[in-house]
């Protein structure tokens, strides 16, 4: 009798050990697949993202955004890089951008779109960007393509960059940047 007992022991913690060794298998592997799917939809918006822009005299640049493969929201951020990290894109976060007191120095946008705060942003590789208080401004639809107007004035030293985000099961990630 005891024997029995002790089989009927094992046997059930063996399920148990697999019924658990299941689940976790599904979980990371239904993750994985999330992460893929998103990182697939993000680089098809970046294939197709066409950026144009132009001097309009002075400091003012009239941008035209576009994308061939998605037609939904975009939004982007501005702001300014100090020139020595202007080659490398790792420097491409709000973390080295030019701020006072802690807040970040945008500047000035039209038409006046939207404004998201966005605390969290994504490379197309799904890493981490920033983590952060940021401002991204909505383009409702890139169905048409839509203009932008941006009056720089950047500190000595710094460049404008701006970074566009599309919204992907509610992340922010990169599909493109452009230098100013």
Not at 4 to 16: P, R
Not at 58 to 73: A, H
Not at 103 to 115: D, F, H, L, N, V
Not at 120 to 135: A, F, H, I, S
Request: glycine share 6%.
């Amino acid at each position: 009798m005891e024997n029995a007992v002790s089989t009927f022991i094992l046997v059930i913690a063996t399920v148990l050990l697999g019924l658990s060794a299941f689940a976790i298998t599904s979980v990371f592997t239904a993750q994985q697949y999330n992460n893929v799917n998103i990182q697939n939809q993000a680089e098809n918006i970046a294939n197709g993202l066409y950026i144009s822009y132009a001097g309009s005299g002075g400091n003012s640049y009239s941008i035209t955004v576009y994308d061939f493969n998605y037609q939904g929201p975009i939004y982007f951020t501005v702001f300014y890089v100090p020139n020595v990290y202007k080659n490398d894109t790792q420097y491409l976060t709000p973390q080295f951008a030019y701020g006072t007191n802690g807040q970040i120095i945008y500047p000035q946008i039209k038409p006046s779109y939207s404004e998201v705060q966005a605390s969290t942003l994504y490379y197309t590789n799904l890493n981490l960007m920033y983590q952060g208080n940021v401002t991204l401004w909505k383009i409702p639809s890139l169905s048409t393509p839509a203009p932008v107007v941006l009056t720089l004035s950047p500190p000595q030293g710094y460049s404008a960059v701006i970074l566009f985000f599309a919204q992907i099961q509610n992340k922010f990630v990169e599909v493109g940047y452009e230098w100013l």
